[in-house]
T-cell receptor, first 118, second 111 residues
Framework: DTGVSQDPRHKITKRGQNVTFRCDPI?????LYWYRQTLGQGPEFLTY????????KSRLLSDRFSAERPKGSFSTLEIQRTEQGDSAMYLC????????????????FGAGSRLTVL | DQQVKQNSPSLSVQEGRISILNCDYT??????FLWYKKYPAEGPTFLIS?????DKNEDGRFTVFLNKSAKHLSLHIVPSQPGDSAVYFC??????????FGTGTSLTVIP
């Protein structure tokens, strides 16, 4: 297993276009997270899945954003009608929590997909 | 509302000396804290974690200290090495599901 893979690594698009990012998590991980990171900021939580169920969404995730994980394996994050404010690094992470005890959930991140909206 | 804060954007340390990176949080419900390291063009990599039932956790050259009353944690790296030069993020959680990250501290270890 080569870790968490994200594709594409870079995407340049014009305002108003739709973009889709793909994340392939570590195969045995049942949780998958999407984060967004802008310059000078830390990663901001967008949403996460447990298997195919989307369990939590941030208020940052406007109705132009949709994430899916149809078979509980890979996930896609689609942004419709992109805006310049969507320019950011989109990070995917996966994990396999071993219960509720502290230390049970460690996220493994991919290298990210950088979006530039012109 | 920035619930996790790293007030030092950058830090420079001589090789062999101690690096101390600080992090403050506002949510008293946080019970699990992590440090991540990030190199350019890579995703963050997990470094070390601590539960709120502990006040110290050590892993080799890395030690994390937690002061719950002050809502403060710190990461100590000793001795610092040039390969430690990276951006360090602290993160916190109260459910083990959603993690809140700080804005990062860029550490430079000078040979």
């Amino acid at each position: 297993d080569t870790g968490v893979s994200q594709d594409p690594r870079h995407k340049i698009t014009k305002r108003g276009q739709n973009v889709t990012f793909r994340c392939d998590p570590i195969s045995e991980h049942n949780r998958l997270y999407w984060y967004r990171q802008t310059l000078g900021q830390g990663p901001e939580f967008l949403t996460y899945f447990q298997n195919e169920a989307q369990l939590e969404k941030s208020r940052l995730l406007s109705d132009r954003f949709s994430a899916e994980r149809p078979k509980g394996s890979f996930s896609t994050l689609e942004i419709q009608r992109t805006e310049q404010g969507d320019s950011a690094m989109y990070l995917c992470a996966s994990s396999s929590p071993k219960g509720r005890r502290a230390g049970a959930n460690v996220l493994t991140f991919g290298a990210g997909s950088r979006l530039t909206v012109l | 509302d920035q619930q996790v804060k790293q007030n030092s954007p950058s830090l420079s340390v001589q090789e062999g000396r101690i690096s101390i990176l600080n992090c403050d949080y506002t949510n008293s419900m946080f019970d699990y804290f992590l440090w991540y390291k990030k190199y350019p063009a890579e995703g963050p990599t997990f470094l070390i974690s601590i539960s709120s039932i502990k006040d110290k956790n050590e892993d080799g050259r890395f030690t994390v200290f937690l002061n719950k009353s002050a809502k403060h944690l710190s990461l100590h790296i000793v001795p610092s090495q040039p390969g430690d030069s990276a951006v360090y993020f602290c993160a916190a959680s109260n459910t083990g599901n959603q993690f809140y990250f700080g804005t990062g501290t860029s550490l430079t270890v000078i040979p």
